[in-house]
């Protein structure tokens, strides 16, 4: 089954979204103009899936997840992780 991992880094600009979604639609119609029926409505499906995906069921990571991950935070702030270390 196909999987799209929508908290990637690289779905989060709107543009990346639609620019996937369009060029899977236009290979498809691109298939269906040429009388390959097969290949384009799997790729139509694929268009499809892609669209509920980024586009109707993304949701964007919020900044507070992000925080909490500590890759905004400086790495001198977070607490030795071993007390020999702290010296």
Known sequence: MLNIDTSHPL???LWVRLLIVGLCTA???IEFVNRE???GTL???????AA???LLKFKPASN???GKDGVDE???ENPPADKNDAG
């Open 11 to 13: 779905y989060r600009p």
């Open 27 to 29: 290979w498809a119609v």
């Open 37 to 39: 029926f097969f290949w």
């Open 43 to 49: 790729v139509g499906g694929i268009a499809a899936y």
């Open 52 to 54: 509920y995906e980024l």
């Open 64 to 66: 507070d997840a992000a």
């Open 74 to 76: 400086p790495a001198a």
